[in-house]
Structure formats: C-alpha cells, structure tokens
C-alpha cells in the first residue's frame, strides 16, 4: 500500500509537470527569454527555497545547514545543477523542433535512463566505499530498459508521424517542426537534465538526518541543483534580451498581472514534480529498489503525461491509426515499467 501511495504522488508530480508549458501559452506581448526568466524565479529559486524550509528543524536554518555540510557534495550537487541547466534550455528547443509530446519523451526518456545510471556510477567514482554501485540491482537495470523501450516505441511513432505529413501538416501540428535537429536537440537535453539525479544523489545526505521529516529530506539538495540550473538560464535569458533588444518587456506594466500570475502558475506546475518526487521517495525503503528508480519514474510518468497532452493539443491530428496505436503501446510500456520493479 505504501509503494502504492508513493507511486501515485510522483504521478501527481508528473502530471503537474507536464502541464506547466499550458500556462505559458496565456502570457501575453513577451519574448520567449523574458518569460523563461521569470518562470524561472518561481520554478528554481522561491519555491524550491520555500520546499527546502520544511526540511528545517524548529532552531536550525538553511545557512546552518549548508555551512554544516561537506563542501565537496555542496559544491558537485551546484555544479551538476548547472549542467542540469544547459539541459534544460536545450529541453525547450527540442519542444520547439519536435512538440510537447514527441519532444518531451525523447529528451525525458534519455534524462531517465541516464540520470538513475549515472549517479551512482559517479557517486562510486568519488565515494568507492559507499559501494553505490549496489543499488543497480538487477530489477533497476529492468525498469530503466523498459522504460527506454517505451520511449523508443514513441520515439518511432514521432519517425512515422514525419514521414507521413506533408510539410504543411507538420507546421500545422507544431510550427518549427524538424526532425533530425529536434531529436539531436533532444538527446542532448535528455543527457544533461539527467544531471538534475545525479546532483541529488550527491547532495543526498545535506539534510539534519533524522531531524529533517523524511517526506522533505531532499529538499534543499533539490535548492541547490535548481539554483545551478537558475544560473545558467539567467545568464543565457539576459543575453537574449540584449541580442534582442528585447529589454522593453519588462517595461510592459500593463502585462505584468497576467504575466506574473501565470509565470507562477507554470513555476508551481513545474517543482511540483520535485516536491512530489521527495514526498513520494519517503514511502519507499531508503536504498531500495523503489528509492533508486524513483526519478527513472518519474521521468517515465512525464512521458505519459506529455503525450496525453500532446493528443490534446492535437499534435497527433492527420496521422494514421498505425502511428496511434504504436503511440498507445508505448505509452502503456511506460505506465507498466512504472511497476514492474515491484512484480520481479
């Protein structure tokens, strides 16, 4: 019952997620920069900074805490926040080139497999004597290849989709559509938002132990790999809005209520799987089979969820029942890789 509960608040995380990019599409007389930079102090750096508090004894503080900690584990979970950053600007892009749907899945599918892998893979590099390298059970390593079956399955649905529009219904679907640069935008992005694991698995322990409620333990590591990422899209977001002389959207204060209010909503929507990935952890026995593959489901749920909205949207519209049913299988692929830990 407790994996049970656990499962379905990283669901709920997921879901929220991916709904964050439908109220990006109500701000209104801003360029993609300016309103990626906003959404971003909501999203990386307030409520993350907010999360983290709940993990905070009464007496205690987050600068206690992080003056406490190791300083190499600090300095990893921030550097690989800021590599998670690149990803995400990168994850955009291939949004741009390949959909919400066929886009999401992708960058997201490859951000699972490599972000469960690579933490520990690194962890044992730096730490040996932790043996990190044991929680890469055999059941892991079969949710992490069920889970790039999925993707691979919608991956070839996206390839039958392409060959089969014409050039007019791809842009009428998704308007910069291509291809072979989204999917290598993709990749790229999946790659380095796998770090966003990896950077909490390295900032696993900056916490107050058992002082710290176990549902909000991982919360301020979470802070400070979001902190990273912030970095990195602020000073990407400023030079955009300096090549584009795009410094005047700011100035537009008879947009700023509706900009602000739904840069809020979509920054909420956004940590929410994060919020929910920690909440949801805190059911499942530490080190576990459950604990290791959480953000591979996380990150699978994601998939699912985005390629609902993609149907939605109707980013799917014009292509055959072939290309549907192939899209379903993976996606189910993906809801059942989601439990088959528990079923080995």
Not at 28 to 57: H, N
Not at 317 to 337: D, E, H, M, P, Q
Request: proline share 3%; charged share 10%; with cysteine.
């Amino acid at each position: 019952m407790e994996t049970f509960l656990g499962l379905l608040i990283i669901a709920i995380g997921a879901f929220c997620q991916s709904s964050c990019y439908v109220p990006i599409n109500k701000i209104k007389d801003w360029s993609w920069e300016s309103y990626w930079l906003v959404q971003g102090v909501f999203a990386w750096v307030v409520l993350p900074l907010l999360g983290a508090q709940l993990a905070i004894p009464a007496g205690q503080s987050l600068v206690q805490l992080f003056a406490s900690a190791p300083t190499f584990n600090l300095c990893a979970t921030l550097l690989f926040g800021v590599l998670w950053g690149i990803g995400g600007l990168t994850f955009g892009l291939s949004m741009r080139y390949l959909g919400v749907a066929l886009g999401q899945s992708v960058a997201l599918g490859t951000c699972a497999a490599l972000g469960t892998i690579m933490g520990p893979v690194l962890l044992n590099v730096f730490f040996p004597e932790l043996n990190a390298l044991e929680s890469l059970t055999f059941s892991v390593i079969i949710g992490v290849v069920a889970t790039l079956i999925g993707i691979a399955i919608i991956g070839i649905a996206g390839g039958m989709k392409a060959a089969s529009l014409s050039d007019e219904e791809k842009r009428a679907a998704v308007r910069d559509f291509n291809f072979p640069k989204g999917m290598a935008i993709a990749l790229l992005a999946g790659f380095m938002s796998g770090c966003f694991n990896v950077g909490l698995t390295f900032g696993r322990d900056i916490n107050f132990g058992e002082l710290s409620d176990p549902m909000f333990r991982s919360l301020p590591a979470t802070l400070l790999v979001t902190l990273g990422g912030f970095l990195t899209n602020a000073v990407y977001c400023l030079w955009q809005n300096h090549r584009n002389h795009s410094w005047g959207d700011y100035a537009k204060t008879h947009v700023w209520g509706n900009n602000l209010l739904f840069c809020l909503l979509a920054g909420a929507l956004w940590y929410s799987q994060f919020f929910g990935l920690s909440l949801g952890r805190s059911f499942f026995p530490v080190g576990g089979t459950m604990d290791t593959l959480a953000f591979c489901i996380l990150m699978a749920l994601n998939v699912v969820f985005s390629n609902l909205w993609g149907i939605i949207l109707k980013e799917w519209r014009g292509c055959s029942r072939k290309t549907i049913a192939v899209l379903i299988a993976g996606i189910l692929i993906l809801i059942v890789s989601s439990f088959l830990p528990q079923l080995l």
